[in-house]
């Protein structure tokens, strides 16, 4: 080392200097830093609560599997009705206007609306089919029953 050049020797002491700084920074990196912390388990307070999550999942299930009505057999054999009526006023109107009966619903623009419309001699038959039972209309037959079917759906409304 004595036969360092200064050059060289300037180069160690900078290498030297440089290795004492980053001691003292991992020295003082360590002392600062807090020991590591073990981890707590966060599935203790978690396993009280399975056998109501299997309990719950397991309804819910069960109860998918059944299927819900949204209206009683009453409601739907009503709807039939005033369905009927509805298609019924339509009909009637329809021949007033061109003297003739339309060959089908779809030219009136009731095509979709769950009636069957069949062509009877001079008159036509409607008829609409729910799981309470068939609803059947023939032309000439009293009307005013299927318009009161109005009034159970008015109730109804909030």
């Known amino acids: 080392m004595e036969n360092d050049t200064p050059d060289q020797e300037t180069r160690r002491s900078a290498a030297e200097y440089v290795e ?8 003082r990196r360590t002392a600062a830093a807090p020991p590591p912390q073990r981890r707590r ?14 309990g719950l999942t397991a309804w819910n299930v069960s109860t998918l599997a059944r299927p819900q009505a949204a209206f009683s057999p009453e409601e739907e054999r009503s709807a039939a009705r005033f ?6 006023v339509a ?3 329809h021949r007033d206007e ?10 009136i623009g009731l095509g979709d ?3 069957q419309y069949r062509l009877a001699g001079q ?3 409607l008829t ?7 609803v059947s209309y023939r032309a000439g037959e009293d009307l005013q029953p299927f318009a009161n079917e109005w009034d159970g759906f008015s109730a109804l409304a909030p």
């Open 123 to 125: 008159g036509y038959i």
């Open 41 to 54: 388990s966060s599935r203790g307070p978690l396993l009280p609560l399975l056998p109501i999550l299997i």
């Open 128 to 134: 609409a089919t729910t799981q309470a039972g068939a």
């Open 20 to 27: 004492a700084i980053m001691r003292s920074e991992h020295a």
């Open 91 to 93: 009909l009637d109107e």
């Open 83 to 88: 369905q009927v009526y509805l298609t019924a």
């Open 98 to 107: 061109t003297g003739a009966l339309p060959a089908s619903l779809n030219e």
């Open 113 to 115: 609306d769950g009636v």
